[in-house]
Every structure is written in C-alpha cells, then in structure tokens.
C-alpha cells in the first residue's frame, strides 16, 4: 500500500477498500516514500492490526531502524504478524551512491544489528542493475545467511522508472533469468531449485528452503522429480493433488514473505521421503525471491492480468503494480495520457 504522508483517515479507507476487495488478505506492504517518518506510523499498524489482515511489511530505507534503538523496540511488539523489507541493494557505497544517491552501506548494517538484536523478521531487497550491482547478487544471498533475523531476499531487475538517472536500457537492464544463474553461484539454490511461482510464471521466481544456521536444504530438492516438467513455466501436480494444494499454498508470493509454518509443515507432510521437524517454525525456512516488473520496455498486457502485486490508491482503486508505474504515479508518462482519456470519456457522455 502507497500511503505517503497521506492522512490516517484516508490510510484507514484504503485499508477498509482492500479488506472489502479481498476478504482477508494475507499481506499488507506499506511503502512511500519512506513509511516509518510517517506521523502516525505506529498508529497507521494499529489500524493494520484491527482489521483480518495476516501480517504487514514495511518497505523501508532502515535509517530510523539503524538510528533509533526505541524505535525498533516498539517496531518489534508488532512481530509475528509484521516483517520488514529492508532496502539491500549493495554492499559497495559506490553501487548505493548510483542506485540510492547516498552512502549507506554503514546504515544498512547497522540496521540489520538492530533487527537481529530484537529478532524481528527481515526480508533483504536487492534492486539489480547491470553494471552496478549484478556481480553481488551471489554475495548478498551469502550475507543474509549471516543473520538470523533474515527470513529470504528478494531481487528486483532495474525498471525504469523512479530515480533513474543516467538509465541506458542497453547496458543496465538485467533479465530473471541473469539473476537466477547469479543466485546459482551462491550454492544455496541451483538453478533448478528456483521455480516459477504459479500466478505468474513469466514474472517471480523463488527457491524454498529449510534453514539450519547458515545451512539450507531446499525444499524443491524433497519434491518427487517427476513432479516438476522440463518445460519453461509450467509445473504440474496432478499426480500429487494434496502435496499440489500445499505448494501453492506456499508459495503463492503472498504468503512466502510471512509466517507460514503450518504451509511448510503442510507441503513436508505430504513427502514421505521429509522428516519434519517437531518445532518447525518461519524461523527455519529461507527463500531467494526473483520479482521482475514491467515497464515501457517489457510491458505486456497478459502478464499484467496475473499480477499478484497491487496499489491501493487514496482514492480506493486497487491497481497492479506493474501498471502505476508507467499509467498512475504522479509524474509518470503515460499519466498525462491517462487524464486525457478521462477527459475525453467525460466529453464523450
């Protein structure tokens, strides 16, 4: 959810449009700009919390994480329904000053020790510029099994789009499946661990894997082979319909970014060869996330029809992600040609 500094009111309208679109959603991101500098922050989780919404992330830079211990404190009396997203993109203040336009490696770091020091759940992401930051990919996966804290990381290839200077689609655009070998060279999923995620194929890629300290066994290694074809994007379970039921369950790209033992325990009952652990927790399992949107230059009217991620709006229109970019951002391209449009229909009536 795009909140900005928008009101609380307006925030708790977006909230009730989502709750009333989609039931009981099983995850909330708040973004921004920055959420935590927002006034009401705290307030805007109670607002979380008061309605049947699973778990909430928040998308943030980490500096108030990395500067302010009570912060982080009252940040972890939320846990277990919250996890935090933490902006990982280098560990090299040269990659950070040409992504982010600041030096902010020490932050990073110093916000991590923050989280592992309270434990709350932490999802590393990666935006991944050719040329920039693509050679780290292998080292930021490593570096996440250094903590604890760390439940995954996701990857974003570099859409153009936000603050983007200098962007040269030729040499900075980077493909899935380029950052899919790179996580390969970590030796924690190979290739053929990471699967495509069954909404959107085209899209997502995650590896799933049972963590033991710096240790991951992935779960697509349990899986019966025949299970999983060799074609491209498809992945078929018919043979197996309740272990089928139970991989979707998993996931699906909502749920592995939140507490999901009794969707782990679920898929590993279901596997005869899987010896399950007596306490299996979200702290035992470890994914690789690979999450490519699209802009002008990929944009693809199918793949926005199984978009898994949406923007809830002020005015209480939920819009894939892969469209408010390019269409509805303030600022964006095409928003002036969508106003235009709206104003022709208005003449039009």
């Known amino acids: 959810m795009h909140g900005g500094h928008l009101s609380l009111e307006v925030i708790e309208g977006m909230l009730d449009a989502l709750v009333e679109s989609e039931g009981e959603p099983d995850l909330v991101q708040l973004s921004g700009g920055e959420p935590t500098l927002h006034p009401h922050f705290f307030e805007i989780l109670d607002a979380v919390k008061r309605r049947p919404i699973r778990h909430v992330m928040i998308n943030t830079n980490g500096l108030r ?33 040409n992504l982010r336009g600041a ?6 770091q110093a ?30 996966v490593d570096h996440a099994l250094d903590w604890s804290c760390v439940r995954g990381v996701t990857f974003q290839p570099v859409q153009d789009t936000g603050r983007n200077e200098g962007f040269d689609a030729k040499a900075n655009r980077v493909l899935l499946s380029q950052i899919r070998r790179e996580v390969a060279k970590a030796g924690v999923f190979g290739i053929e661990d990471m699967i495509p995620l069954p909404c959107n194929p085209d899209q997502i890629c995650i590896g799933y894997g049972l963590r033991a300290g710096r240790s991951v066994t992935p779960i697509t290694s349990l899986l019966p082979r025949e299970l999983i074809l060799n074609g491209p994007n498809t992945i078929s379970y018919e043979a197996y319909p309740a272990l089928r039921q139970g991989v979707l369950d ?18 590993l009952c279901c596997l005869p ?40 709006t002020p005015d209480k229109q939920i819009i ?24 022709d229909a208005r003449r039009d009536r």
């Open 111 to 140: 916000a991590l020790e923050q989280l592992e020091r309270v434990g709350l759940s932490t999802t590393l992401v990666a935006v991944v510029k050719r040329g920039v930051n693509d050679q780290e990919v292998a080292a930021i």
């Open 65 to 97: 994480i990395a500067q302010e211990p009570e912060f982080v404190d009252r940040l972890a009396s939320y846990a277990p329904r919250l996890e935090v997203y933490l902006q990982f993109d280098s560990m090299n203040d040269d990659a950070l000053m």
């Open 320 to 343: 894939p992600f892969d469209t408010y970019n390019t269409f509805y951002r303030p600022g964006a391209e095409g928003a002036v040609v969508v106003a235009r449009a709206r104003q």
């Open 273 to 312: 060869q899987a010896l399950v652990p007596e306490q299996l927790g979200y702290a035992n399992s470890f994914r690789v996330v690979i999450l490519q949107f699209l802009d002008r230059y990929n944009f693809d009217l199918a793949t926005v029809k199984r978009s898994c991620v949406h923007f809830v």
């Open 103 to 108: 030096r902010l490696s020490r932050i990073r």
């Open 250 to 267: 998993l996931l699906s790209l909502a749920t592995t970014q939140c507490n999901t033992e009794e969707k782990l325990a679920g898929v």
